[in-house]
């Protein structure tokens, strides 16, 4: 059954972008990996534009659309240029217009900690930016970086010069270029790159001023670990991301790390870890699950990167987990379209449910039982999950088994 938002909700969401916030029905696709710019990408995604529709996707993530030094984007330089590796700007507008008329929005991945310059400029490194729009000099570039702006206010981001957000003019730019991308390009929600890098009230001012539908930030660093092994308490790593949810004025979800982090040890056999001391989920969105985006891989854990890659064989536990569970579910390219038609179905089959329950970013959530071996838990009422070897099903005639896989099972009112 195809889903598709009403025009109503769409004129809603146009004026107060805080809709969809409050409504935490959204179900996001990151819609390409590491390797997808070798593959003429914007037309491939036109292509699956009707299934990602039908499958129930509000939102589908697309790569850097910008000019970049490395063909992932990662590196912009000419910020209004739209012809990159994945294709030209005539093609990326046909792909947004279809999205547009399917009614799947599009997010667009803003780079905007770093940038990579064109001229040689103080000190002999390439800190100016001659000869392309935004033409900044070397004041837009921080002192810890090789400019001549001020220090950064965030992390680091090595090798390449990273914009200072403190000063007027870049910000002021950065407005302009956002306000571009998403009234006269068409990107109506982003995904912010790097937030480390530079402070959330930027990001704040960004989003006040460009007025995305929908934002989420990647505030990515290292879970908590004694020695080798991943420690139980992870209160450190979610409240870290929490403040800088705070940052942005509550304004930008998050990507929930925790939760992947916790997840991706847990279904090794140490499920007990799915529920904190207090008796919750014990990711971020166990504590804030309206501003959590829980998600399984992305292109920089999984794909040919891999740096910090869910187990494979245990994937679909994952996904029983974040599309039954509170938070804003995301879904990994890779796993939907490339991994076979089974996990395809398996993953449509549970946000079905999950719609057709009205399960959202907010519902309850009551952890049944944790151990070693099994997990259990009943979500807004309407909802009965497992997953692990263990046995287990709920009592009582109301419910009726609704999908079930290798070591998962859902259950429905």
Not at 54 to 80: C, D, I, M, R, V
Not at 135 to 162: H, I, K, L, M, Q
Not at 247 to 272: H, N, P, R, Y
Request: net charge neutral.
């Amino acid at each position: 059954m195809g889903y598709l938002n009403s025009g109503s909700d769409e004129n809603v969401q146009q004026t107060d972008p805080a809709a969809v916030l409050r409504n935490g029905r959204e179900i996001l696709l990151q819609a390409f990996n590491w390797e997808s710019h070798k593959h003429d990408w914007w037309r491939n995604i036109e292509k699956k534009v009707p299934d990602i529709a039908k499958s129930g996707f509000t939102s589908a993530w697309l790569p850097p659309p910008t000019h970049s030094f490395a063909p992932q984007g990662y590196t912009p330089q000419n910020l209004y240029s739209l012809n990159s590796a994945y294709g030209s700007d005539y093609v990326l507008k046909a792909l947004l217009s279809k999205m547009k008329q399917y009614k799947v929005r599009a997010m667009a991945d803003i780079v905007i900690n770093h940038r990579v310059g064109t001229t040689q400029g103080h000190g002999g490194t390439y800190n100016r930016f001659d000869g392309i729009p935004l033409a900044w000099d070397e004041r837009a570039v921080t002192s810890c970086t090789g400019g001549r702006g001020n220090r950064s206010t965030g992390d680091n981001f090595p090798g390449f010069p990273n914009v200072d957000h403190t000063q007027h003019f870049v910000r002021k730019d950065m407005t302009d270029w956002l306000r571009w991308l998403r009234y006269d390009v068409g990107f109506q929600d982003f995904r912010f790159d790097f937030v480390r890098g530079y402070s959330p009230k930027y990001v704040r001012e960004y989003i006040e001023g460009a007025k995305p539908i929908f934002s989420v930030g990647e505030y990515w660093d290292s879970c908590n670990y004694n020695g080798c092994n991943l420690d139980y308490n992870q209160d450190n790593h979610r409240q870290r991301i929490v403040n800088w949810i705070d940052g942005t004025g509550q304004l930008s979800t998050a990507f929930d790390f925790t939760t992947k982090g916790i997840l991706q040890g847990a279904v090794k056999g140490e499920l007990w870890r799915l529920r904190d001391s207090q008796g919750k989920p014990p990711g971020v969105m166990g504590w804030w699950p309206s501003r959590a985006v829980t998600f399984i891989d992305n292109h920089d854990t999984g794909s040919t990167q891999a740096h910090w890659p869910f187990p494979a064989s245990h994937i679909m536990e994952g996904y029983a987990y974040i599309l039954t569970h509170p938070g804003i579910p995301s879904v990994f390219y890779d796993h939907f379209y490339d991994w076979g038609n089974s996990i395809h179905d398996q993953i449509v089959k549970l946000m079905e449910i999950r719609r057709f329950q009205g399960i959202h970013s907010r519902s309850s959530i009551e952890i049944l039982t944790a151990q070693p071996n099994l997990y259990a838990a009943m979500i807004g009422e309407k909802i009965c999950m497992k997953i692990g070897d263990g046995s287990w099903c709920p009592a009582g005639r109301e419910w009726t088994l609704a999908a079930s896989g290798t070591r998962y099972a859902v259950w429905q009112k």
